[in-house]
C-alpha cells in the first residue's frame, strides 16, 4: 500500500508540475525551456503511472484522478497561495474515500 500511494504521489507532482510549468511558460511568457521541461515531467508522469501494482489500468487511472484533485487544491494553496475554501476541502475528502474504496475495497 505504502508504494502504490507513493507511486500515485510521484506520478501527481510531476504532472501537476508538468502541467504548470506548460501553464506558466505560455500565460507569462516564460522562455522555453520551460514549456520543454513541463512535457518532459509529463511523459514522466505517465511513465511512473504505469508502475503501479493494480491490474487495472482503467481503474489505477479513475483512482489517480482523485488523488490529483486533493493533490491540485494542495498545489494551488502552496505554490499559487490561493487558499482552499470549506468545498474545496470537502470535494478532496469525498475524492479520498472514493480512491480507497475503488484501489482497497475486497474483490474476489
Known amino acids: 500500500m505504502v508504494y502504490a500511494v507513493l507511486l500515485f504521489v510521484l506520478a501527481g507532482l510531476c504532472e501537476i508540475g508538468g502541467g504548470y510549468l ?23 508522469y505517465g511513465v511512473i503511472a504505469a508502475f ?33 475554501d470549506l468545498y474545496d476541502w470537502l470535494g478532496a475528502a469525498v475524492c479520498l474515500i472514493g480512491v480507497s474504496i475503488m484501489l482497497w475495497a475486497p474483490r474476489q
Open 22 to 44: 506548460i501553464w506558466i511558460w505560455l500565460r507569462e511568457s516564460r522562455p522555453f525551456l520551460f514549456g520543454l521541461s513541463g512535457g518532459i515531467l509529463l511523459i514522466l
Open 52 to 84: 503501479q501494482v493494480f491490474p487495472s489500468f482503467g481503474r489505477v487511472y479513475a483512482a489517480y484522478g482523485g488523488v490529483f484533485i486533493i493533490m491540485s487544491v494542495l498545489w494551488g494553496w502552496l505554490v499559487d497561495r490561493k487558499t482552499p
